[in-house]
């Protein structure tokens, strides 16, 4: 068997307690349902450092688990200048993430960066290109993300493999 290099995705949203370990964990579950795990390296960062050691909210891990994804042993971090060297992509959740996460970008930085639903070919029939944040909705705002969610890790389960 020919050993390839693992493809490293990160995950960027604002906080990194809702969207992104959601997108990380789900894909993951994915990977590992599929005997795919060790094709991938994923991790996931917010931009702001409100969040950081703490696991993602409640109500995310909640949603995921009712679907059968752990999310409770992750703690969000914030991005830091050497993803943009060490991971091979960097999904930004929402367009305000991906306009950050391009002012950051170092010069000669070799991540690849671009929006999560552009990126998993989501956006034209959606009609929109952006996670929408659901901090501040209700449950039904938790659970319409896990459904783009859950959509978008199918596809890029077969992408990035
Ligand atoms: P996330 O959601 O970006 O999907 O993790 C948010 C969580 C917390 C905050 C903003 C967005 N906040 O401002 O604390």
């Known amino acids: 068997m020919i050993a390839t290099r693992p493809t490293s995705?990160?995950?960027?949203?604002?906080?990194?307690?809702?969207?992104?370990?959601?997108?990380?964990?789900?894909?993951?579950?994915?990977?590992?349902?599929?005997?795919?795990?060790?094709?991938?390296?994923l991790d996931s960062a917010g931009i702001g450092a409100w969040h950081v050691g703490n696991p993602p909210d409640r109500r995310m891990v909640a949603t995921a688990h009712s679907h059968g994804t752990d999310l409770s042993r992750l703690r969000a971090r914030q991005i830091g200048l050497e993803d943009y060297y060490a991971f091979d992509l960097i999904l930004a959740l929402d367009r305000n993430n991906l306009a950050d996460l391009r002012k950051s970008q170092p010069r000669d930085g070799t991540a690849e960066l671009a929006l999560y639903l552009d990126y998993c070919g989501l956006s034209q029939r959606l009609g929109f290109n952006e996670v929408p944040d659901p901090y501040y909705g209700g449950r039904d705002a938790f659970e319409d993300v896990y459904q783009m969610v859950d959509e978008a890790s199918d596809i890029l389960l077969q992408k990035l493999r």
């Open 9 to 41: 995705v990160l995950f960027v949203c604002l906080g990194n307690i809702c969207r992104s370990p959601l997108a990380e964990g789900v894909l993951r579950h994915k990977a590992e349902e599929n005997g795919l795990a060790e094709q991938f390296l």
